[in-house]
């Protein structure tokens, strides 16, 4: 009751709200006692959210004017301040780097990286007038080391933790905090949503991989089961509300063994013997 009362003037706006981590951390910072706008891009989504009781909207961050008028409607309805950004919207793009074109990559990116920075560059007027704000990445394990034929992923999050590491030491001393939350495999729909964009944008039949990546099909078809040391997106809710609550929130925060484990074998280990675990890691079976 202590949490929803020192909360409950507190606006929240958050990407990426239609399933999986988006929607846990929508449902329990409104329980909270938060004030929480959830978006998502798709208007059913929006819709869905609308009927579950959440202030929803739009937003698509491949879209400068979905972006704007997002952020016109928050600020709109809170008098024009807020709280805290957290940016989980993305999407994970699966295939080997040189089947990847550059108009896939360049999508990947738009989404993951451009979206997500040109929504918080929009808001750092706000935050800096009022002197206060949190802003929290949902990055991930990929953001500090590398699985195969993921690289388009592994190359946005770690372009998501550069910028963040940047933007943080750009505004110390401003009251504006910025942490990075980094999970190992969280239950959701992220494989199905990958494998939507798998199948829809890698040529599989010409590719020098085309052998490894029946083994990723039936990976990201869910015919393998859920990776080793899954956790349900309560456990990222649990790392956000710190960051959002402490006084001196972390700069990280790790979710999921696998997530712990990479980070002390690439403080421990030789790059070379690093690399031969993430292999071993990537789950593609028969290697190309």
């Given amino acids: 009751m202590q949490a929803q009362e020192r909360n409950e003037k507190k606006s929240v706006l958050i990407t990426g709200c239609s399933s999986g981590i988006g929607r846990c ?54 008098g024009g301040s807020l709280y805290a950004l957290i940016n989980n919207g993305a999407y994970g793009q699966p295939g080997a780097v040189e089947d990847l074109t550059r108009e896939t990559l360049r999508r990947q990116f738009e989404i993951n990286v451009f979206g997500t920075q040109e929504l918080t560059n929009r808001l750092m007027p706000v935050f800096r007038q009022q002197g206060y704000g949190r802003i929290v990445q949902i990055s991930s394990v990929l953001g500090f080391v590398c699985l195969a034929y993921r690289g388009a992923y592994n190359a946005t999050k770690h372009a998501l933790e550069a910028l963040s590491d940047t933007l943080r030491l750009e505004l110390r001393g401003s009251g504006i905090y910025v942490s990075l939350v980094e999970p190992g495999p969280i239950a959701s729909r992220f494989r199905a949503n990958s494998y939507a964009a798998f199948k829809a944008n890698i040529n599989t039949v010409d590719s020098a991989h085309r052998d490894t990546y029946a083994f990723i099909e039936r990976r990201l078809a869910g015919q393998r089961g859920e990776p080793p040391f899954t956790l349900p997106p309560n456990a990222v809710l649990k790392k956000v509300i710190h960051a959002l609550e402490a006084q001196h929130p972390k700069v990280r925060y790790r979710v999921t063994m696998p997530t712990h484990f990479f980070a002390a074998l690439k403080r421990m280990l030789p790059a070379s013997w690093v690399d031969g675990i993430l292999l071993a890691s990537s789950g593609a079976g028969k290697r190309a």
């Fill in 25 to 78: 951390l929508a449902l329990g910072l409104r329980r909270r006692g938060y004030r929480v706008f959830a978006t998502a891009r798709k208007a059913a989504d929006v819709a869905m959210l609308a009927r579950r009781g959440y202030e929803s909207l739009c937003l698509d961050l491949e879209s400068s004017d979905s972006i704007a008028q997002a952020i016109d409607t928050v600020l709109s309805r809170t």
